[in-house]
């Protein structure tokens, strides 16, 4: 019997024991879940602020035009056009990296539009990794995102957007409404702008641009977010304005700590964007009770009132006045000021005409500083057009005007011509009694400077060839090249330019003739340089033939560094084509080169230029050789022809003589020489009775005409004695001599 209840006993003791050993794994199981449980929601540690009003900025940054009103009211933007504003709270949100995401926040916000402008752009409640919104956009970006990060992943951004502008382009609804973005302007959740009532069971709409506050509340828990919106005296409603399924990993996949704050921005729609409280949360119940009593006042600028007194509107009516006065004066002052000459017959050349205002600011009102000389072309000035080229611009009075059409003809026929060697024309301007001629500008001024200025660089020889041969070269190309024979009619060393590399630049077309190829000048006008001006012209006219012969001197002038007349020299030196020929006599012909030079050339070089130079001046005009063949010979594909210094019609110096009746000398820079410019005085003749006081040098025109006068007056000294022979006489000497020809 003890043996049965002893067993009994043992049997009991066990069980009991199993059931504690049960017991105290399960107890060990619970306290290990707890004690992860508890370590997961230290992680996570809650985030809760509020601002009941935004004078304590504590933990706030705000950039852009975003400021604190005194009242303590938020201002994002202050109504401007294009315009931004940020405020975040500075202390990022820490999520945990395992455990669901959740906040709730809940604000109030007023957009107040300008009076009598058009509202718009609204604000966004924005969660980002960055405060930093430099990249952003104002306008229908909100000053969230941009152009080129929009709809891109790596944007990075959740905002909820109030819209207060229609936008087709980022699929808006209407101009009021809520929306739901993420990293685009493009909402995935959108809806226009309203609330569910309790009370009336259904959906009341708001006008987010009515300037009166408006709560707002944005909810996430999970996987959701719900927004919700209602006036300032209303309860949150039971049911969100949007419920969107959004994953907060997904956005910012590499951030668990993120910032949380508003953006705001205006266009050339612009309405005033208040922020009055904001209560933020973790915790989705532990949000901050709005005390409405405690709220800031929006403020509503006012329009102007229509009933002002008379002393307002008069007052912007007389300054009005005063002002209009003021302009009106300028106005005209400026029209006086850049006064220009327009004819009818013009209208066809308007495409080369500049216009006197854009030559005023290329030269600085022609101003000392861009002074570069004066001449006989008048003063010339450097310009800078707004396209960056450089340009001369030569201020030229005339005193009538006839012979200006056909001036202005001819310098458009100019723009036409293309030569390397020739100065770039670009066109002409025409104001009150003066012309301005328009050309590229030359860096190296002219070759006279350098030939006969000595702070200018003497050129070597090789620099003088260049520009020899060039300026044959051009003067080919205008006589047979172009479209039209043209006749220069003024060749000497002060028309001759230089650009930034030496080479020669023909210029200073305003004597210039053209006429159809096959056909003659249609001018007997003696016109051009005394000293460079063939023998024939008062006879025969102006004719390639004369252009060679200036040519020639003109060589001679390069090559010996002297002027074609020297007055002041001995009889034997006086006349360069005389002395050049006398040297070749003596057999001693380089003799007669520049000596500044000092022997730096290639003597057989020098002696072609001199003897080409004799051969084109050549007083018998059969004898010169063409244009084309010169620069054969300076190029030496052509031998010269063989001629001396003896043959008939080399070295003769024969000076173009006219008389009272048709010779015109002007001391004026320019002149249209009218009929009152044709006077009998004697001191604007000349005759073989005023030998003594012939103007070597002195531009020449014995035609109606307007004419170009690009050096002083140079006399002769009383005390050298001069032969001459009338223009009769010369012209029965050239008769007598016209059989003879040379071998071209």
Known sequence: MHRFELREDLHIRSRLFD???????????????????????????????????????????????????????????????????????????????????????????????????????????????????????????????????????????????????????FKDIDHNHVGIDVNSPISVGIASASYYSDMKRNNESINLLSGNPIQVWVDYEGTMLNVSIAPINVQKPSRPLLSQPINLSEIFPNSSRLFVGFSAATGTAVSYQYILWWSFSTSRGSLQRLDISKLPEVPHPKAPHKNQSLLIIVLPVCLAIVVLAVLAGIYFRRRRKYSEISETWEKEFDAHRFSYKSLYKATK??????????????????????????????????????????????????????????????????????????SEYMSNGSLDEHLFDDRKPILSWPQRLVVVKGIASALWYLHTGAYQVVLHRDIKASNIMLDAEFNGRLGDFGMARFHEHGGNAATTAAVGTVGYMAPELITMGASTGTDVYAFGVFMLEVTCGRRPVEPQLQAEKRHLIKWVCECWKKDSLLDATDPRLEGEFIPEEVELVMKLGLLCSNIVPESRPTMEQVVLYLNKNLPLPDFSPYTLGIGTFAPVLVDASSLVV???????????????????????????????????????????????????????????????????????????????
């Open 19 to 169: 059931s504690s050993a049960s017991m105290a794994r399960w107890l060990f199981q619970f306290l290990m879940i707890s004690s992860l449980h508890l370590i997961s929601l230290s992680t996570q540690q809650e985030t809760r602020f509020v601002y009941e009003n935004f004078l304590d900025q504590e933990n706030l940054y705000l950039d852009k035009s975003t400021k604190v009103l005194p009242s303590g009211l938020l201002q994002l933007t202050n109504a401007s056009e294009h315009q931004m504003g940020h405020a975040f709270y500075k202390k990022p949100i820490e999520f945990s990296s395992s455990g669901p995401h959740s906040f709730s926040t809940h604000f109030v916000c007023a957009l107040v539009p300008k009076p009598g402008v058009e509202g718009g752009h609204g604000i966004a409640f924005v969660v980002s990794p960055s405060m930093d919104f430099t990249h952003a956009e104002s306008t229908r970006y909100l000053g969230v995102f941009n152009a080129s990060t929009s709809g891109s992943s790596s944007a990075q951004v959740l905002a909820v957007e109030l819209d207060t502008i229609w936008n087709p382009d």
């Open 365 to 438: 009102g022609f101003s000392k500083d861009e002074f570069l000389g004066k001449g006989g072309f008048g003063e010339v000035y450097r310009g800078n057009l707004p396209q960056g080229r450089e340009i001369a611009v030569k201020r030229v009075s005339h005193n009538g005007d006839e012979g200006v059409k056909q001036f202005v003809a001819e310098v458009v026929s100019m723009r036409c011509l293309k030569h390397r060697n020739l100065v770039p024309l670009f066109g002409y301007c025409r104001r009150k009694r003066e012309l301005l001629l328009v």
């Open 666 to 744: 002007s001391s004026a820079s320019w002149s249209c020489s009218g009929p009152s410019m044709f006077s009998s005085s004697a001191s604007h003749s000349l005759n073989a009775s005023q030998s003594t006081d012939q103007p070597w040098g002195q531009t020449l025109d014995t035609k109606n005409t307007l004419h170009i006068e690009p050096e002083k007056p140079k006399t002769l000294s009383p005390a050298v004695k001069t032969v001459t022979l009338p223009a009769e006489d010369l012209e029965s000497n050239l008769s007598s001599i016209s059989g003879l020809r040379g071998n071209f």
